[in-house]
């Protein structure tokens, strides 16, 4: 059966559409597959142990005294911390305005459109293999119970897990903690190893951040600490060299 509600399309092609919707919005770098406040975490560590590394390199070629530098790496860092954390905020923030747009959305749909609904666990359920009387209560009982109904098609529906949503502070505290990390460990490092330091502790941090990813998203850490620190000493000689035939 075909519905204005379903746009022409039958049941089960309207919820594939909506899955899709519903996923669509939430592949940000704070995904699913792992803790929103530990990939926060990972994330601003590798990005501000990056910049700081960059940073020290264009002072460098422009032949700023230790002790100078070294107080202009420590200034440039706290707006980097604030940066890191305010932006991890926002985007935790933005992706909890767009579920509860959802949430919203498949709320009316409930209220206005309860036989399209009814439809669409039909097609939801008998395409997991249900089917007869067996398929005819459980719609009825989902059907009952507007609030578990609603639960049901954000998940089933929309492939949603409310759990996986943390507060947005939750995900900024991650980022503050990570990108504090990250500039304590690079000052600490650049005052007792000034030319070698950064990089050691840069790549440290790449590597540490890369691992905690790998371990929660279930990847390969060697593969993903490889590809960290070898995508990032490409962008360092990278901006090195075009650095020093600018200068």
């Known amino acids: 059966m075909s519905t204005d509600h379903f746009k022409g399309k039958d049941a089960l092609t309207h919820i594939l559409e909506k899955k899709k919707e519903g996923l ?49 790496l420590a200034a440039l860092a706290a707006p980097l911390i604030v940066w890191k954390t305010g932006r991890s905020a926002c985007l935790g923030w933005s992706r909890l305005e767009r579920l509860h747009r959802l949430i919203e959305q498949e709320k009316y749909e409930i209220e206005h459109h309860r036989d399209q609904e009814r439809e669409e666990l039909v097609a939801l359920y008998s395409n997991k293999g ?13 059907m009952a119970d507007s609030d578990r109904l609603l639960k049901v098609m954000l998940e089933e529906e929309m492939g949603l897990t409310l759990e996986a949503f943390e507060h947005p502070l939750k995900q900024a505290t991650g980022a503050l903690i990570g990108s504090t990390f990250a500039a304590i460990c690079f000052l600490a490092i650049l005052f007792l190893l000034p030319t070698i330091g950064p990089f050691l502790i840069t790549f440290g ?8 990813s790998a371990h ?15 995508i990032a000493g490409l962008s360092c000689g990278l901006g090195y060299f075009l650095l020093k035939a600018i200068v």
């Open 205 to 212: 941090l790449l590597a540490f951040g890369g691992a905690i």
């Open 24 to 72: 669509s919005g939430f592949s940000e770098v704070h995904g699913a597959e792992m803790p929103g406040h530990i990939c926060a975490f990972a994330d601003a560590m590798r990005e501000s142990g990056f910049l700081l590394l960059l940073l020290w390199l264009i002072l460098q070629l422009l032949h700023i005294q230790d002790f100078q530098l070294f107080i202009a």
């Open 130 to 142: 249900f089917e007869g009387e067996l398929l005819d209560q459980i719609v009825d009982v989902l």
């Open 216 to 230: 929660f998203e279930k990847n390969r850490i060697i593969d993903s600490v490889v590809w960290n620190v070898a």
